[in-house]
């Protein structure tokens, strides 16, 4: 097959939040199975296009219309682990320093703007984005080259199966459209305020708009419903996005069980290779272990290793990672969180049980990194300061640092109000850290008591409960739970890996899609 993917971002070139590793593996994953994979990244310019081979800068040119505006595109292509990298070049991309929100590299081109802070022209981004891979498709390549399959990725290329299916003129004749939802929580939309918004961008036709409003916004993904088979990265996630009670969805839960949309979910896969703690050059631990094998010695030599040079009162501050609090080494249980600070990941509730747990049982230490919202930075900071030595926080993220933070861990609490996939408990799997997870969307993919833990519903005192619990029995047992840290890994390995999640799920749906038939 001849696979297009459209994506905002792209491990190793525009990094951003997990879709980044989606993309990339799904890709990688898909030209290893002997596939012609394309993928488009907007040219931001924060990209450094070195890692891409033999790179051809502004190979083909294209013109694109949005906003009442003609705008002049470039098309420059690279070579990345058997993947076409095309990166569409246009000024609304190359004076941004970071994908969807201002960073502090912005300032020089924008003023006065709010880090964190989603880019004011993301619409005329997306537009110009999604138009320009019609031009190439219409006016760069050979038609031989037209894409059996175009895969757009969550909302932000999500208007594209409508826009090449009103707008094409020979290319796409046969093409399929897959859309991904990654996240349809509040905020992950891009949707336009009104029709006339979506029309003034878009130019697409008012009727093909009229029919995918949610109340009075145009929303992308219902947009894409009318052209595209939409998926979803896990299949509990699906279920709750078809459920009208689902109130984290902003309502389209209630439109696509109204409409009766069918959404696939497929569990995400995660690449354990780019991982790998047998290997320190590519986990970028001090020390190698392998918990498939129960050989964790050097998981626990990580773990002194962080208490003497990162995590004590007079280690010195990571450079870029601010600390709040420190570990004072005596503790014999290890709870860690590494993720956004975001309500949705349940932050509030992780800290509330946290501070009852604490008390209960002061063996017990936490470790808290992330980065997201500045209240819920303050208050992981402050609560690092009412813990003194028994809670460590560290804000921002640093590759290294946060992979070692979960590595050093016995547990890793993830109390998310809702979760489309997940990659924290696969991660933890993989350092022989077992999940202890809010049994939602993505996460059940934990099986309780084998593979790592879930409990419900999501409260202080039901979490701080668990905690109570596994904290009770390491400190009885020590082992009590090696055989479960080698059944995580293996499971894992065995399930997840990104080519059995390519050839056995979406291989499946593109050639059910290219001919029509189960």
Not at 442 to 460: H, S
Request: hydrophobic residues 40%.
């Amino acid at each position: 097959m001849k696979i297009w993917m459209v994506a905002r971002e792209y491990a190793g070139i525009a990094e951003a939040g997990g879709v980044k590793n989606v993309v990339c593996s799904l890709s990688e994953a898909f030209a290893r199975l002997g596939h012609s994979v394309t993928c488009f990244l907007p040219f931001y310019g924060c990209v450094n296009p070195q890692c891409l081979g033999t790179f051809r800068q502004n190979e083909f040119s294209a013109n694109v219309e949005s906003a009442g505006e003609r705008y002049e595109v470039s098309f420059s292509t690279g070579f990345l682990n058997g993947v076409k990298i095309i990166l569409v070049g246009a000024p609304c991309f190359s004076d941004k320093q970071n994908v969807y929100t201002y960073c502090a590299a912005d300032f020089e081109n924008f003023p006065g703007c709010k880090i964190g802070e989603g880019y004011a022209d993301q619409h005329l981004m997306n537009t110009v984005f999604e138009k320009a891979v019609l031009a190439y498709g219409e006016e760069c390549a050979p038609k031989k080259d037209s894409p059996d399959i175009v895969h757009c990725h969550d909302a932000c290329a999500a208007a594209l199966p409508a826009i090449i299916s009103c707008f094409k003129k020979n290319s796409f004749e046969k093409t399929k459209f897959v859309v991904s939802i990654h996240n349809a929580g509040p905020y992950y939309h891009h949707e336009f305020k009104d029709v006339e918004e979506a029309l003034f961008y878009t130019g697409l036709r008012r009727e093909v708009l009229e029919v995918s409003k949610n109340g009075g916004r145009v929303e992308p993904y219902l947009l894409a419903s009318h052209y595209a088979a939409l998926s979803t990265v896990s299949p509990d996630y699906a279920k709750e996005l078809a459920d009208p009670a689902n109130q984290n969805t902003d309502g389209l839960s209630q439109i696509f069980s109204a409409q009766k949309i069918p959404i696939l979910g497929i569990t995400n896969g995660i690449d354990i290779s780019r991982y790998e703690p047998k290997d320190v050059e590519v986990s970028r631990l001090p020390f190698a272990f392998n918990p498939e094998k129960l050989d964790l010695e050097g998981k626990y030599q990580t773990r002194e290793y962080f208490l003497r040079k990162i995590a004590a009162s007079d280690a010195p501050e990571i450079s870029g990672l601010p600390r709040s609090g420190w570990l004072d080494g005596r503790a014999k249980v290890f709870f860690a969180y590494h993720g956004r600070l975001v309500r949705q990941k349940g932050i509030f509730v992780l800290l509330d049980a946290a501070r009852d747990f604490l008390k209960k049982v002061p063996e017990a230490c936490l470790i808290i990194n992330g980065q997201g919202e500045e209240a819920l930075r303050d208050q992981c900071a402050a609560f690092a300061g009412e813990f003194r030595g028994r809670v460590v926080f560290f804000y921002g993220y640093e590759k290294a640092m946060s992979r070692m933070f979960t590595a050093i861990a016995d547990f890793a609490p993830l109390p998310s109000e809702f979760e489309p996939c997940g990659t924290e408990d696969f991660i933890a799997q993989i350092y022989g850290t077992l999940p202890l997870a809010h049994a939602t969307g993505g996460l059940k993919k934990i099986i309780d008591g084998k593979t790592g833990f879930l409990y419900e519903p999501n409260t202080a005192v039901r979490l701080s409960e668990a905690m109570q619990d596994l904290a009770q029995k390491k400190l009885k047992n020590p082992k009590c739970f090696d055989k479960m840290i080698r059944e995580a890994a293996r499971h894992l390995r065995a399930n997840y890996t990104w080519k059995s999640v390519a050839k056995n799920q979406y291989e499946r749906l593109y050639w059910e899609l290219i001919f029509g038939k189960k």
